[in-house]
């Protein structure tokens, strides 16, 4: 116990200093963000002013007295000194300015932006300390609705400190024992182990020592199981990620089609064309299998005089094309049918959830089939068929063996999925290799691989993970929308339907949900649930254009005669019913209120039922809308929009200016929720003409059915 | 009692009527604004005496006295802010009441002419008036027609006897002649036109058009002598008033006339002891035969004769009264002036159509820095359209019609009556002449108080109450208040205004004015009150900064970007989130992500052309980076989600090989280099990237 006394002061000191270096550290990193953001305004203010220097500007010339008004007063200063005049100028009076409204910040945005639910508060609202005292049950209630308050301390924190802690201990344990050399040698030689090995436990008497300075953290075997538990999930993020190298990259390895091409098929938005999209958390993988027969063609000119075709019979060319559509098309069958997620690090709930079950079992599937051929592949610098390769080559071609990298095999396998045997566009693309060098390494994928690329169409284990809640969500209301009755003004999400083999029946989620079938849906084309988009050749704004009956936009994949697909570049476009997806937005300015606070205004003239702008904002969900709405009705503005029946924009946050415009029983501008390319959006629409300068109003009422939603707008306006 | 048209003086004459305007105790007297720096500030006559009058009556002091405070309390304030505004408006004026179409009365000028004018009509009319400068020398008669005239006394005038309203006029036609040989001076030829009674002070409302005496100058008099060349012309008057006492020593120096104010020149000499003589002389043609004397109404003031005439190297501008510096103007409310009307005319029969004179403005400011109980006896302006036969139609019926002024105050409940003879505006004295026009004009220019009309069997009755809804608040182009510094003034070239529109209206539609606009108004009449300025009538915001938007900026919508820069940021991080996404596919996608939120593509048959656009713009950015086959796998993908064909991965593809190629072929050995290094940065970066994972 001797020993324990100054381990337990020297515990104490080192943590101290811990703490202090870990709070050092922090002022360090705040000082040297606050210094980058002071760069940052410096820099912005410095293009400012060279904005404002370029204008040419006067200032203001003080109009002379003379002449003036005579009951003008005058302000004299008058010096004691006799040789000093007066000096008298005429009072000024300054003409008052209204203050602005109050407004909180919030983000521009052109487009909805979906938000996944904030299971934690992040901050308690302040609504001014009189509410603050008052209201002491509301906040109850609300921090009830959360599953927590963002900054309530977490285990996170501490770990990383702990562990710290603890191996602080290291070097003074080891000089004391060394001093204690004789009390505690038996304690030394495992010490020394530990060292050297430097990955075990360190000795029971460190924890004995911070358990007795600590007591309220545990007993010195929790301790030490804390900080084994702690040490245990640092080792698997050691080893490399599970990511397939690049390609352009010297790392670049051989791997199948899937792998290479796995990312852009996950995190492609085939809605948005865009990866990662902010709108649509759940991307469909691409259908392969019904792609169109015309793309498929093969080359039947020589490319050149070294073309793979002077040289193959025609003969063996056409079964070697035979075999290797088959091939192709009972792996794109698989692959379509596996939508697989990325997972994204920094979320910290990657990992709980309930998984859909088709998803799940997929997953499972590939993720035990392929944890043997990851492994193989990932830890040896050499894939299989690399290693295979050489020999091969070397029989075949003896002069010489063209070296096949790892990128180009690559390369090769995920062309031949999309050129076949169209030899020469493939070695056109690759860049570094002839077409017949390709066609021979085709030969012997073929022959070799054929195996191999059977499960080569299973994903490894990395991409199953479902990489956010939101989209677990997505599917959890799409079954509960199965459950619900289906009334004739329930509005739901649209979600593209995916279920290969079996036609749009009332199983399929489109059907249920009493969406039409969309370009995204993975059905036939053919599909009796697929809305046919309209033949208009007039501007679709009457109820005769089917698009414009269904409240939908035209579809510019689907109407070709209205103009919706013309002009892209224009303003000007026949069809006046795709205003919303193209931005075709009025010009607006926001300017206080004639009525309460803030308001929009509109610059130029507009006709009757022109699109004014699209209410952007947060894409929540109803639960998240309900959270958000209770703290917004105590702040007595709202800016929450029912879109459908399972999600709400909310522009508090995002949105544009038309977010502004007020309630009004008489408007002059109406909204409405159109299907826009698969997509709910909100138009704000001219009830009537409006004239320039008209400030903007409508009704919040939407539908009968939101009126109670609002209520506290209303209320608002009624005190105003 | 001498009755004069300006209504105030006759009020208070017959009988005790009290000011019209709330006035604190004992300010009285001498201005009323006491704020005020003018000199010229006038309407003190109104206000002046007898604040209190009402209340002297009354015989309870005190609470007449508490009564009096809430009256006060309710009238004084916006009554001192509409004096002031008056006298500025006399200074300063911003508008002319003649010009508002219900003062038309008010306007002399006809717009009858207006359908007939041509762009040629303004050549004919200049050269008709050199013509006819020329041909009046010979072909015209000038006759004068004398209205009165003025002269200010210290004894009331209502005293003095009926001989002597009027003076006697003596117009004398100087002629100056070229020096000869042996004159010394230029010899002065005084030709003698005859010799009038002009009425004394007096009462144009009361005096018939054809009574004024006429004097004519025949036109051979200005036709040049046989002896002499004459060298000028002007005419000398001479006024000779009976029984005149030694008046104060008024020297006018001052040759103030309404339009020809610099040509007229005066002397005084004395003639008689018994009789004060005024002289004045006007220049008819001068040394160079020019006209000066064009057809008009002229007010001359007239000088007292003294010993030792003033010689004209002596002359000076200043006028003094008692000693005190006069303004210029002064001279024409105090007198002695002598009023006429000078035509030019071939027929000596024809009077009836004289000129109107327009008023002079100072013409309402009487006696206000003077002695504000000195009862006015210079003829309203308006009293001149009054001989005129073209105005005729437009002046009601002259009766005396008694208008009521009730005050209500203390929520209604209290009121208070004054009563006026005439159709002045209690708070800026303008004489509207017709009750409509008052009731107009009270309604329009003080909207602090609210007036209702009640039909009264001796006139009419004028509720004024206190307007509660008045909030002062600015009802024209905001712009013009919010003009934003350093802009509105700018004067070193053009500068943006805010676009705002003005609705003129060409021929808006009027009803016919009808005293029951101003009966106290049902429910609901308001709301036909509507603001004729529309547009961008208001000062905006930028949404982002909440700073004003100034007016050049007002064609660019910086808030409408398809890819806020925040946005953008927010794409890029999100893809960098992901950690089993390598380097290149990053790289790619972030670059894709971009081109496409820039150019918000929505539809699938765009995608072709997009990608020839991606490869387009960002192909050197994909070279240096070393991006190609990311790229390819990126069009594969696209084609593998049924959105490009084969064709375009081609096109794209060989774009991107060329741009390499011309790259390479540029400096091939710096790429080389660059394709090492560049390439061993990847494989830092991915380590990097690992490290930062096992951070994680």
């Known amino acids: ?720 | 009692a001498v009755p004069t048209l300006q209504g105030q003086s006759g009020a208070s004459d017959s009988q005790p009527v009290s000011a019209m305007a709330p006035q604190k105790h004992g300010s009285g007297g001498n201005g009323f604004y006491a704020n005020s720096t003018s000199k010229v500030a006038n309407g003190g006559a109104h206000v002046s005496s007898g604040v209190v009058m009402t209340s002297v009556k009354r015989p309870k002091m005190e609470q007449v006295q508490a009564d009096h405070e809430l009256f006060l309390q309710a009238f004084e304030k916006p009554t001192q802010i509409y004096r002031f505004l008056r006298t500025r408006n006399l200074i300063a004026p911003i508008f002319l009441h003649r010009s508002l179409t219900y003062m038309s009365h008010r306007n002399s000028r006809t717009n009858s002419k207006r359908k007939y004018f041509g762009v040629n009509d303004l050549l004919f009319k200049v050269e008709k008036s050199k013509v006819d400068q020329d041909s009046h020398n010979m072909a015209s008669n000038l006759q004068l027609t004398f209205t009165g005239f003025f002269h200010k006394t210290e004894k009331p005038l209502q005293n003095s006897e009926n001989e002597e309203n009027s003076v006697s006029v003596e117009m004398l036609l100087v002629k100056v002649c070229h020096k000869k040989r042996k004159d010394v001076s230029c010899p002065v030829k005084q030709v003698p036109t005859g010799k009038k009674q002009v009425p004394l002070n007096p009462d144009s409302s009361q005096t018939k058009l054809g009574a004024f005496p006429t004097l004519i100058v025949p036109s051979h008099e200005f036709e040049p002598s046989n002896s002499h060349m004459v060298k000028s012309y002007s005419l000398l008057f001479r006024v000779s008033r009976p029984g005149g006492r030694e008046l104060n020593g008024m020297t006018t120096r001052d040759n103030v006339m309404e339009e020809l104010s610099n040509r007229k020149k005066r002397y005084c000499s004395n003639q008689d002891d018994g009789e004060t003589t005024f002289v004045a002389q006007m220049t008819v043609f001068d040394k160079n035969r020019r006209l000066q004397l064009l057809d008009g109404e002229y007010e001359v003031s007239m000088q007292e004769m003294e010993e030792s005439p003033v010689g004209k190297k002596r002359a000076t501008w200043e006028t003094i009264l008692d000693g005190k510096w006069l303004p210029p103007f002064e001279t024409f409310s105090q007198g002695p002036t002598l009023q006429f009307t000078l035509r030019w005319t071939n027929d000596t029969a024809d009077r009836g159509t004289a000129p109107v004179a327009k008023p002079l403005a100072t013409r309402n400011s009487e006696s206000s820095t003077v002695d504000s109980s000195k009862p006015s006896n210079v003829k309203p302006p308006q009293a001149v359209g009054k001989i005129t036969s073209t105005e005729q139609t437009h002046v009601e019926p002259r009766q005396k019609l008694r208008v009521y002024y009730q005050f209500l105050y203390n929520n209604n409940t209290q009121q208070q009556t004054e009563a006026r003879d005439d159709l002045h505006c209690p708070w800026c004295t303008l004489n509207c002449r017709k009750l409509y026009s008052l009731l107009k004009h009270l309604k329009l220019s003080h909207s602090r108080f609210i007036f209702n009309y009640v039909p009264h069997p001796k006139g009419a009755r004028i509720d004024v109450s206190i307007n509660e809804c008045y909030d002062g608040s600015y009802v024209g182009n905001p712009q013009d208040i919010h003009c934003q510094p350093g802009f509105a003034f700018s004067r070193n070239g053009p500068v943006k205004r805010t676009p705002v529109t003005h609705f003129l209206v060409c021929r808006p539609k009027r009803s016919k004015p009808s005293l029951s606009e101003f009966l106290e108004p049902e429910d609901g009449e308001q709301e036909q009150q509507r603001t004729y300025i529309s547009g961008h009538n208001r000062l905006y915001f930028h949404s982002d900064s909440c700073m004003p938007l100034r007016p050049q900026e007002m064609d660019v919508d910086s808030e409408d970007e398809r890819d806020p820069a925040w946005l953008r940021e927010k794409t890029v991080m999100q893809i960098d989130e992901f950690t089993d996404v390598n380097e290149g596919e990053k790289e790619v996608m972030k670059l894709w992500n971009l081109h496409v939120m820039k150019h918000g593509y929505i539809a699938d048959t765009q995608m072709n052309q997009a990608c020839m656009l991606f490869v387009e713009q960002h192909g050197t950015t994909i070279i240096e980076k070393n991006l190609c086959r990311n790229v390819l796998l990126h069009l594969v993908s696209m084609h593998d989600f049924g959105l490009v064909n084969t064709g375009n991965i081609d096109k794209a593809m060989a774009q991107l090989r060329d741009l390499k190629q011309q790259k390479d072929g540029q400096e091939q050995s710096k790429t080389q280099d660059n394709a090492d290094g560049g390439s061993s940065g990847d494989g830092e970066a991915s380590v990097s990237n690992f490290v930062k994972t096992k951070n994680h």
């Open chain 1, 1 to 720: 116990m001797q020993f324990i006394g100054p381990l337990c002061k020297r515990v104490k000191s080192e943590y101290m200093r811990l703490r202090q270096l870990k709070r050092f550290r922090k002022a360090e990193e705040i000082k040297a963000l606050f210094q980058s953001n002071r760069r940052k305004i410096e820099g912005r203010t410095e293009l400012l002013n060279e904005e404002w220097s370029k204008l040419r500007i006067q200032s203001i010339p003080l109009s002379t007295t003379s002449g003036s008004l005579p009951s003008k007063k005058l302000c004299m200063v008058e010096s004691g000194f006799p040789s000093f005049p007066y000096q008298a100028v005429a009072m000024r009076p300054l003409t008052t300015v209204a203050g602005i409204p109050f407004m909180y910040s919030w983000s521009p945005l052109q487009q909805n932006f979906m938000v996944e639910d904030e299971t934690f508060l992040h901050n308690i609202p302040y609504m001014g300390d009189e509410v603050l005292e008052q209201d002491e049950a509301f906040l109850e209630e609300l921090i009830d609705n959360y599953d927590g308050v963002h900054g309530d301390r977490g285990e996170a924190g501490q770990t990383c400190l702990f562990i710290q802690f603890v191996l602080g201990q290291y070097p003074f344990c080891f000089k004391s024992q060394i001093q204690d050399n004789a009390d505690f040698s038996l304690a030394f030689p495992s010490l020394g182990r530990e060292l050297s090995a430097n990955k075990k436990i360190p000795h029971d008497k460190i924890f004995t020592a911070i358990a007795s300075m600590f007591p309220y953290k545990g007993t010195m075997e929790e301790l030490k199981d804390k900080y084994k538990d702690l040490l245990e999930p640092s080792s698997p993020v050691k080893l490399p990620p599970l990511c397939t190298p690049n390609m352009d990259g010297p790392l670049a390895k051989s791997v199948q089609r899937e792998q290479s091409l796995h990312s852009f098929h996950t995190l492609f938005c085939r809605r948005c064309f865009k990866y990662d999209c902010f709108l649509h958390p759940f991307h469909a993988s691409p259908n392969v299998y019904k792609r169109k027969n015309k793309e498929i063609r093969m080359e039947t000119e020589p490319c050149g005089l070294d073309c793979f075709l002077l040289q193959v019979q025609l003969s063996e060319y056409i079964t070697i094309s035979y075999v290797f559509l088959l091939k192709f098309a009972d792996q794109n069958m698989q692959s379509s049918q596996r939508p697989r997620r990325r997972r994204r690090q920094p979320r910290p709930s990657s990992s709980c959830g309930p998984t859909p079950s088709g998803f799940c079992e997929e997953g499972k599937e590939g993720g035990s089939d392929h944890e043997t051929t990851s492994s193989s592949e990932g830890n040896s610098q050499c894939p299989s068929p690399a290693k295979l390769r050489p020999g091969e080559e070397g029989a075949e071609e003896s002069e010489s063996p063209p070296q096949w990298s790892g990128a180009e095999e690559s390369l090769f396998r995920v062309l031949h999925g999309t050129y076949y045997n169209n030899f020469c566009s493939i070695a056109r693309l690759i860049g570094t290799k002839t077409c017949r060098e390709v066609y021979e390494f085709a030969v012997k994928e073929v022959l070799i691989h054929h195996v191999p690329l059977e499960d080569g169409g299973i994903s490894p284990q990395k991409k199953k993970r479902k990489h956010s809640l939101c989209s677990e969500r997505i599917v959890l209301i799409s079954l509960s929308i199965c459950l619900t009755d289906n009334s004739s003004n329930q509005v739901y999400n649209y979600q593209p339907c995916d279920h290969p083999e079996h036609p749009c029946d009332s199983s399929c989620s489109c059907v249920m949900t009493q969406n039409f079938c969309e370009k995204f849906c993975q059905c036939d084309q053919e599909c009796q649930n697929r809305f046919p988009g309209c033949r208009c050749k007039t501007q679709c704004n009457t109820k005769q254009c089917p698009c414009y009956l269904a409240v939908r936009e035209c579809d510019p994949d689907l109407c070709m005669t209205c103009g919706a697909a013309d002009h892209w570049d224009s303003k000007q476009v026949s069809c006046k019913n795709c205003s919303i997806q193209r931005g075709l937005k009025k010009h607006l300015l926001l300017a206080p209120s004639d009525v309460a606070g803030w308001g929009t205004f509109i610059k130029e003239p507009v006709q009757k039922n022109e699109l004014i702008s699209e209410y952007c904002g947060e894409l929540i969900s109803q639960d998240e809308a309900d959270r958000r709405g209770r703290i917004y009705d105590k702040y007595m503005s709202s800016f929450l929009f029912n879109l459908n029946n399972d999600f709400v924009v909310d522009a508090t946050r995002k949105g544009n200016k038309i977010r502004f415009a007020n309630h009004s029983v008489n408007p002059n501008c109406y909204a409405k929720v159109v299907m826009v390319n698969g997509d709910h959006r909100i138009g704000i629409f001219a009830k009537r003409a409006i004239q320039r300068g008209e400030e903007l109003f409508f009704d919040y009422r939407y539908s009968q059915a939101d009126a109670l939603k609002y209520v506290g707008i209303e209320r608002e306006i009624d005190i105003v």
